[in-house]
């Protein structure tokens, strides 16, 4: 591998304009397609499970190339990586306080956690890849910005028709047991919300383009900064006053998803944008941040959603739920500290009692899914302190070497490598989650790469060699 303050940017061959325009638009086709087109898979059954399909032609693309480079950091993933692996060998394993099952009914979630893990790593090389001309930074912050406007799309479809769901033509396509797994459902049965009893009594809670509500208020807060950059931000006052508009109608299903935690993150990133606003002397666009903050709350507080959320507030048995499965975590954690067991564990009874459980009558009773309620906890208990360090690291490694990165996408790109550190308490990053931020790296990667480029001369007479697999650049 080639050490960052060695590595120089590729001189990149003049083409005529024409087919310029087409190499641009067909470099980074399987990431447009990611983003732009998620609705369609959505409806198609496919939804999560385009991540790992398209993955694939990423991959292609990248074994193709003479030199993939890898952003700041690197290592440390790879180092997760291999945690993920090594951590199956405990598959077999069953910790005191968890329902005893064998090692083959473990070997579904664990691929599809590995898949999800490398699906966003083949995503992050290949965006990071990616020179601005095939497909310009811009490009990609605008397709995050209109996946936002998807994602409140389908927040708003899940209040006003929260029924709503139908079969998909890859859910009919599946054998009936496994169509009916509740896990594959939420992969393949398109649905418009998630109907839970958190008030008291059956709610909706909005949950499309996604199978979870968690995964959609993770989402939209990941995706905010995105959009504010796109719409909003140095835009025609058109553009500028339908984004404020999208803004303000967003707070209808962020609110009636009744997530506390997307309702504390995304008052976070408004804190972590007034931060990095005032350090920078920038006190019109801190004034901007606050005065949107006290509008937008304004509005809440004299709307029926001050109603909703007041009910909310009131209502915290899931609270009891949490505390259980995070002390289960922590307890199954110290008989194996290292490398935990390769993948969440069913705990016996419930917050309430040992002797409360699943049976015949009752299949949803007791035996909460150790690891299920925060990406942190996911990892104590599948990869241990090991693959949680690691995991942990490589993203406040990232935020370390890009902190001074003062771009408009980079605030934004910030804002969506930050959250995670606060959402891990409460959700779990697979898979559309964990792709966000990693797209938000490329960018700042791809950023940082545009600022310090040196163009490497080729001396006459002599013959280039051939590129090492691995790059590493960038500041370190």
């Not at 976070?268 to 901007?288: N, W």
């Not at 949803?364 to 690891?371: E, F, L, R, S």
């Not at 040196?454 to 002599?462: E, N």
């Amino acid at each position: 591998m080639i050490p960052a303050e060695q590595a120089v940017a590729p001189v990149a061959p003049e083409v005529p304009g024409p087919a310029r325009r087409r190499s641009s638009w067909s470099a980074g086709w399987p990431l447009s397609g990611l983003l732009v087109l998620y609705p369609l898979w959505w409806a198609l059954g496919l939804g999560t499970l385009i991540v790992f399909v398209l993955a694939v032609p990423m991959t292609i693309a990248l074994i193709r190339k003479r030199r993939v480079n890898v952003p700041p950091g690197f290592g440390l993933w790879l180092l997760f990586l291999i945690t993920v692996v090594l951590s199956t060998t405990m598959l077999g394993v069953n910790p005191s306080g968890t329902v005893p099952e064998t090692m083959s009914h473990r070997l579904v979630p664990v691929a599809f956690n590995l898949a999800g893990y490398l699906s966003a790593t083949v995503i992050l090389l290949y965006a990071g890849n990616l020179s601005e001309e095939q497909f310009p930074r811009q490009r990609l912050v605008r397709q995050l910005g209109y996946f936002f406007v998807v994602v409140v799309a389908g927040g708003l479809l899940g209040v006003v028709a929260p029924t709503f769901q139908f079969t998909s033509p890859v859910e009919r396509l599946l054998p009936y047991t496994i169509a009916t797994n509740p896990f594959v459902q939420s992969l393949v049965h398109p649905t418009a919300a998630q109907l839970q009893d958190v008030l008291g009594y059956s709610s909706p809670r909005p949950s499309a383009p996604f199978g979870y509500t968690n995964t959609w208020g993770d989402c939209l807060a990941l995706l905010i900064g995105f959009f504010v950059v796109s719409w909003i931000i140095r835009q025609n006052p058109l553009r500028k006053l339908a984004g404020v508009a999208i803004l303000l109608v967003s707070a209808v299903p962020i609110v009636y998803s009744l997530n506390r935690g997307v309702w504390l993150g995304i008052g976070l990133a408004a804190v972590l944008m007034a931060v990095r606003m005032a350090a920078r002397g920038r006190f019109g666009a801190l004034g901007a941040v606050l005065a949107g903050a006290i509008i937008a709350g304004s509005v809440i507080a004299l709307s029926p959603l001050s109603a909703v959320i007041s009910d909310r507030l009131d209502h915290q048995k899931s609270n009891g739920i949490r505390s259980f499965t995070v002390s289960q975590t922590l307890t199954v954690l110290s008989e194996s500290p290292v490398l935990g067991y390769g993948s969440t564990r069913a705990a016996l009874g419930s917050s309430n009692s040992i002797a409360v459980g699943a049976n015949a009558k009752c299949q949803k009773c007791g035996n909460p899914t150790i690891g299920s309620n925060g990406q942190l906890w996911l990892l104590l208990v599948a990869q241990g302190l090991a693959g949680a360090v690691l995991y942990v690291g490589f993203f406040i490694r990232s935020l370390w070497v890009y902190r001074h990165d003062r771009s408009p996408m980079g605030d934004a790109s910030i804002l969506a490598l930050a959250l995670p550190l606060w959402f891990m308490f409460v959700y779990n990053a697979l898979t559309m989650p964990l792709v966000i931020s990693f797209l938000a790296i490329a960018v700042l990667w791809r950023n940082q790469r545009m600022q310090s480029a040196v163009v490497a001369p080729v001396p006459a007479g002599k013959v280039r060699l051939p590129s090492v697999p691995l790059v590493f650049r960038g500041k370190r």
